[in-house]
């Protein structure tokens, strides 16, 4: 059985915009995300490194670069959205297996941040193997529209209160 490799985050600032450009590009990640229109240049991955960057600076928080024994594998992390801090995350369709193993990572992190009371995760209607976030203790809180997309919203409490 192959051994699973070490995952680490970085910034997206740290990480060749054309890796990133190359991912995006994929025309088999618009299937599960509604807010992918158009297609990708670098200039579109540029704005899109900056608007990352700029959550950072806003909330000291906000999507890394996943790295899988160092090579990109995607990116996702925490965005701050009203009240809620929005777990996401997007990963290159040969790391897909890699999704739970980084999401229990990001939330181990997220349960020592006092900033995060909970997590929340919107997922497009086209997802329906959501058991894992089921597993995970998230709960489905209903429907939201977002940028005129629907999302199913789901919610998981954090901290050590709960």
Known sequence: MPQRPEITFTR???????????????????????LLKGGWDMDTCT??????????????????????????????????????????????????GLGLAITRKALAYARTDARIPHVTFLLPPSRRHVRGLARLGAEMVGEITYEGEVFRKYRLETSSNV
Request: net charge negative; proline share 5%.
């Open 47 to 96: 704005a899109f490194i900056a608007a990352k960057e700029a959550c950072w600076a806003r909330d000291g928080l906000g999507h890394w670069a996943i790295l899988a024994d160092g090579r990109y594998a995607g990116w996702g992390g925490f965005q701050k959205e009203g009240e809620d801090w929005d777990y996401g995350l997007v990963l290159r369709p040969q790391d897909f």
């Open 12 to 34: 997206l600032t740290g990480v060749a915009p054309d890796a990133i450009l190359d991912h995006m590009s994929d025309p088999r990640l618009a299937e599960h995300m509604p």
